[in-house]
């Protein structure tokens, strides 16, 4: 992680989180447990070409069933709430109390948004980001029932292709990730990027 500054600010409001976004930073939390919050630039940025994602055979034969009912912002709350209670000891969580209230009043706003999966009337997965512009910025998913998660990133870029967004940013990369197709570029390229996007006149 590159340019990270630790603070004990206890109120992200929508307006400091959105100019933050607009100029390629991000808040983290270094636990669930960490009351403080710092900013992160990547020196390289995880980002998914949306005109080069990729679907794994495996999970176009799981797509083809339509196992789960995919739904857009009906329990953002939830979402969060299984993003920061995920079961992941190589990752953990950083979505601490300060993060999960900027976040439900970005959602409040308008800014922030979930995709769900959800099987026989339950929420079994689902991911959420930030919407500035053309731009959407994904910070996190959960998966109870497997693929899950997976789907719900599938309906979130077929969404985004059909709003004309430009871009979607992974902050970083994983294994998982480089499945369907997302790449590191140097925060250079990735500013270069970011600002047509987020003027672009697209609408989640």
């Not at 992160?40 to 196992?67: A, M, N, W, Y």
């Not at 739904?71 to 979505?95: H, K, S």
């Not at 197709?181 to 006149?201: C, F, R, T, V």
Request: aromatic share 10%; with cysteine.
């Amino acid at each position: 992680m590159a340019g990270n500054n630790a603070t004990s600010a206890n109120n992200l409001s929508p307006e400091l989180l959105l100019r933050a976004y607009a100029t390629g930073i991000f808040p983290m939390s270094e636990s669930a447990d960490d009351p403080e919050i710092f900013w992160v630039r990547p020196e390289l940025r995880g980002i998914i070409p949306l005109d080069g994602f990729h679907i794994p055979r495996s999970l176009k034969k799981t797509l083809e069933r339509s196992p789960f009912d995919i739904r857009m912002d009906t329990a953002f709350e939830q979402v969060l709430e299984g993003c920061a209670n995920r079961l992941d000891p190589d990752v953990g969580t950083w979505i601490n109390q300060t993060i999960r209230n900027a976040y439900i009043s970005l959602y409040e706003a308008g800014h922030c948004h979930s995709v769900e999966a959800w099987q026989d009337g339950r929420l079994v997965g689902g991911l959420y980001g930030v919407s500035l512009g053309g731009a959407f910025f994904g910070e996190s998913m959960f998966s109870h029932v497997t693929d899950a998660s997976k789907i719900c990133l599938v309906h979130l870029v077929m969404h985004l292709r059909k709003r004309g967004f430009q871009l979607l940013d992974t902050q970083f990369i994983t294994d998982h990730l480089k499945r369907f197709g997302a790449i590191e570029i140097p925060a250079s390229a990735y500013e270069d990027l970011l600002l047509p996007a987020i003027l672009a006149p697209a609408e989640f």
